[in-house]
């Protein structure tokens, strides 16, 4: 089957054919159906992020079961699935208090399967399949548990979207945060995670929703997805700003959805007293931001990280799929840009320039 595979960091992906075993048992053979251009794959090409090498990338993806492995009983051959980058074990300590997106047996298996072995080869060479989804390729081998079963009827580049930058960005304002209604947030990178924070927080009822971003053309784009104020950090002093925006208080809410040490700090320092700092993005490997200790005790501030929106993807799958179908959600607005596996580095240059709301590779 025909691949983007990363060998090396800061060189493009190569596009190629590739060998894909059998599923083992508890795993499930699928089609690739959409996968969505994610920084986060990024992050692991300009190697800001660390994954064994060579590995396939793509962990936003929705798909089409083609074969089970022994003792599956979720799904069948046919069904339409959303995949998940953080197929819950369901027995470890974290999957037993509900909150299988901090899984440690995904954790340490990290891109391999359960047992710790790939099903992706180029001869006798191993590949990694990233968050044992790996789906930029036209098929994949997936843990049980990360097949999420959606609709046949339900348009699978938006299941696409629902695997991450949906989950992570609504998640993250609603789950992880929990926005309250009226309140103030400040978003911190529109892309296409942060827009959803932006859906988010609009879902929530938020009252003011302002966008930061240092690009023109996200910000109308923000203000399409709920927000309220835009502010361009690239032409004047954003925590400035935010301040005046919210009266010299600073927002109820803040979100951190670039990826960076500096963006965190600017979010910290938007954040009200009492207020709560989300850190969403994925900052370069061993960045530390720096923030005044004094100021986290004296001004009660509230610092936290969400992953995956802190997520129980068999929960939350089916909860967006129903917000998009009334209309509560908007995904089809954030895909500006479809592409073939074949353009999959042309894609990441849009990202990088950030020229797009979400791309999506198609399959079929
Ligand atoms: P994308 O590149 O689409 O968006 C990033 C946005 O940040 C762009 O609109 C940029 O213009 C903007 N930006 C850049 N610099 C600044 C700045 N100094 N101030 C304000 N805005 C800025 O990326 P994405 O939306 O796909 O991903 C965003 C981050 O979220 C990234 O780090 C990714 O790895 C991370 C993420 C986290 C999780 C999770 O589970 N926590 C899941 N997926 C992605
Ligand atoms: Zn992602």
Redesign the pocket.
């Known amino acids: 089957m025909k691949a983007a595979v990363l060998y090396e960091y800061n060189q493009p992906l190569v596009i190629e054919e590739i060998e894909l075993e059998d599923p083992k048992a508890g795993e499930v053979h699928v089609n690739i159906a959409a996968a969505g251009v994610?920084?986060?794959d990024y992050?692991f090409m300009k190697g800001e992020a660390r994954i064994a090498l060579p590995t396939v990338l793509g962990h936003e993806g929705s798909a089409i079961v083609k074969r089970v492995g022994e003792g599956v009983t979720s799904v069948k051959p046919g069904d339409h699935v959303i995949l998940s980058f953080v197929p819950g074990c369901g027995r470890c300590h974290f999957c037993l208090i509900g909150r299988s997106n901090l899984c440690d047996a995904h954790a340490a298996t990290g891109p391999y399967m359960y047992d710790g072995t790939t099903r992706l080869y180029k001869g006798e060479q191993r590949i990694s399949h990233m968050g044992k989804v790996a789906c930029f390729a036209e098929e994949a081998v997936v843990p049980e548990a990360g097949c999420v079963p959606v609709s046949s009827d339900f348009p699978m580049d938006v299941a696409a979207l629902i695997g991450?930058?949906a989950t992570?960005g609504i998640g993250a304002a609603i789950l992880t945060a929990a926005v309250e209604a009226g309140s103030t947030v400040a978003v911190?990178?529109?892309?296409?995670?942060?827009l959803n924070v932006l859906q988010g927080a609009r879902l929530a009822n938020a009252g003011r929703i302002i966008a930061?971003?240092?690009?023109e053309g996200?910000l109308e784009f923000a203000m399409k997805f709920g927000a309220t104020h835009a502010v361009n950090?690239s032409d004047e002093d954003a925590v400035a700003r935010v301040m005046e925006i919210t009266g010299g208080l600073g927002a109820d809410y803040t979100f951190e959805?670039?990826?960076s040490a500096?963006?965190v700090e600017t979010a910290y320092a938007m954040a009200r007293k009492g207020g709560t700092v989300t850190v969403?993005?994925?900052a370069p490997m061993g960045e530390e931001a720096s923030i005044n200790a004094v100021s986290l005790t004296r001004n009660e501030k509230v610092l936290k990280g969400?992953?995956?929106g802190s997520a129980r993807p068999p929960v939350e799958f089916p909860r967006l799929v129903e917000m998009y179908r009334s209309g509560k959600i908007d995904l089809d607005g954030l895909i500006t840009r479809r592409y073939r596996l074949e353009q999959i580095n042309e894609a990441y240059d849009d990202?990088d320039r950030?020229d797009v709301g979400r791309g999506v590779i198609t399959f079929q």
């Open positions: 994610c920084r986060s992050h991450c930058s992570t911190v990178g529109c892309g296409g995670v942060g930061v971003d240092i690009n996200k950090a959805v670039f990826g500096r963006t969403v993005g994925i969400s992953y995956y990202l950030g």
